[in-house]
């Protein structure tokens, strides 16, 4: 083979990839009420880590019959694991100051259950929930 021609190869230009925003984390915590997930964090895409332990693994997800999707989180406090719906968490950590007991549910703007992106979840009453989930 000859050297000369694998060389040019290896400096051909790759195509780029399209940019993706960085996945960042940010921790849960105590900011869902009710709750301690402490040493749990969540992206703004709905990643979920649990960082309780050295190697930061990312926590396996289910979709229920109603189509949201769960992981499987254990409360601090009481040190009963449950399943949490992923779009409540990513809420709660990224928009918690627009919570209130008015507007306590979570809505998918996109009408998409399974599009936890932050840009795609509000507090909304139960009344605009479901008033947007009969426009769906």
Not at 26 to 50: C, H, M, W
Not at 63 to 81: A, N
Not at 107 to 131: A, M, Q, T, W, Y
Request: hydrophobic share 25%.
């Amino acid at each position: 083979m000859n050297t000369q021609n694998s060389r040019k190869n290896l400096t051909k230009p790759v195509t780029p990839q399209p940019l993706r925003l960085k996945e960042y984390f940010l921790p849960i915590g105590r900011k869902v009420p009710g709750k301690n997930f402490t040493g749990y964090f969540v992206s703004q895409y709905g990643t979920v880590q649990d960082r309780r332990t050295d190697n930061h693994q990312i926590c396996g997800t289910s979709r229920l019959k109603e189509g949201y999707i769960y992981c499987k989180m254990t409360d601090i406090d009481t040190g009963k694991s449950r399943l949490v719906a992923v779009h409540q968490l990513v809420c709660f950590v990224f928009h918690g100051s627009t919570y209130s007991s008015e507007k306590n549910q979570v809505d998918h703007i996109g009408g998409v259950k399974d599009n936890n992106h932050r840009d795609n979840l509000r507090f909304v009453s139960p009344g605009e929930n479901n008033r947007h989930a009969s426009m769906m």
